[in-house]
């Protein structure tokens, strides 16, 4: 059964497959992730978020690299 327009919000989607089969695939993709490209996508991620701030302060300064974040 396909999902409709009106299906209310916070209602998860039908799905064919149970449950452990769905948390065996989120599981496959985390482990296989690529470590490279995990962390260009966290520095790149870093890099926007402190972009165009309000604010001076930055939400990642380089200082707590590795401490904190």
């Known amino acids: 059964m396909p999902p409709t327009l009106n299906q209310s919000p916070g209602q998860p989607l039908p799905s064919k ?6 948390a065996k695939l989120l599981q496959s993709w985390i482990l296989e992730g690529d470590a490279q490209e995990q ?20 939400l990642f300064p380089p200082e707590l690299r590795g401490v904190s974040w």
């Open 39 to 58: 962390k260009e996508t966290g520095e790149y991620l870093v890099q926007t978020l402190d972009q165009d701030r309000l604010s001076d302060r930055s």
């Open 17 to 22: 497959k149970p449950p452990q089969e769905l």
